[in-house]
């Protein structure tokens, strides 16, 4: 069975909010964080440790 990555990652970010309940304000910093990462210089550095 294939699942995509973004819904097991909607599923597994669902439960971690659940189970762990971090504060609002880590969550926001987390994806914020992840995002530009996603779309600066060190995203190459990043995606040799990802694969």
């Known amino acids: 069975?294939?699942?995509p990555?973004?819904?097991a990652l909607l599923v597994v970010?669902?439960?971690g909010v659940k189970l762990i309940r971090p504060?609002?304000?880590l969550i926001a910093?987390?994806?914020l964080g992840g995002f530009l990462?996603?779309?600066s210089v060190?995203?190459?550095a990043i995606d040799?440790?990802?694969k």
């Open 23 to 25: 504060p609002a304000w």
């Open 37 to 39: 990462l996603a779309d």
């Open 1 to 3: 069975m294939e699942v």
């Open 13 to 15: 970010g669902y439960l």
């Open 42 to 44: 060190l995203a190459p």
């Open 29 to 31: 910093v987390l994806l």
């Open 5 to 7: 990555l973004w819904l």
């Open 48 to 50: 040799t440790f990802v």
